[in-house]
């Protein structure tokens, strides 16, 4: 039974998507990945957002750009955590995604990522799921020393070769 719920509006924000799926599988996370119009199949989103807490769903991530109704809406129909990715729009860079996602009315929180973030989004379905789950936790631990000691690697490398030297 899948915990995460990852859904988009289109497939044209897949890419983004793929990002926090990548990082769900990294942990070993289940997760089941929709594409559902809020907009243009209303009947099909309430059904998904209504029935995610009784097909196992603890967090639902839903991506959306533009008007971005899609986290705030689920929000509104799942009890439990909503995480909301606003995608780069052309017209305005995500900062229409950004604000119709992060501006929710009160009683209707969703937590919000960087526009595009949907790594960040995974690792915060992670870590949600962590609080009652000591293996995923101790997965978080060693994720979280492998990036520190990628850090220090980039670190040393800089000072043996010095800037001018220095490749990626």
């Avoid at 809020?38 to 989103?45: G, L």
């Avoid at 995610?52 to 129909?77: D, Q, T, W």
């Amino acid at each position: 039974m899948a915990n995460v719920g990852i859904v988009m509006g289109s497939d044209s924000d897949l890419e983004i998507m793929a990002k926090a799926a990548d990082v769900l599988e990294e942990f070993g996370v289940e997760y089941e990945m929709t594409i559902i119009s809020a907009h243009r199949e209303p009947e099909v989103f309430f059904e998904y957002a209504k029935g995610a807490e009784e097909r196992g769903f603890k967090v639902i991530i839903a991506g959306a750009g533009m008007a971005a109704h899609l986290p705030g809406m689920c929000a509104a129909l799942f009890p439990l955590p909503v995480i909301g990715i606003p995608m780069h729009t052309s017209s305005l860079g995500g900062r229409d995604s950004l604000y119709s996602i992060v501006q929710m009315p009160p009683g209707i929180p969703v937590a919000t990522v960087a526009i595009n973030g949907g790594k960040n989004a995974g690792l915060l379905a992670v870590k949600m799921l962590a609080m009652s789950d000591p293996e995923l936790l101790e997965k978080l631990r060693e994720y979280s020393a492998k990036m520190c000691a990628e850090v220090q690697a980039k670190d040393q490398k800089l000072k043996e070769l010095g800037y001018r030297s220095y490749k990626k």
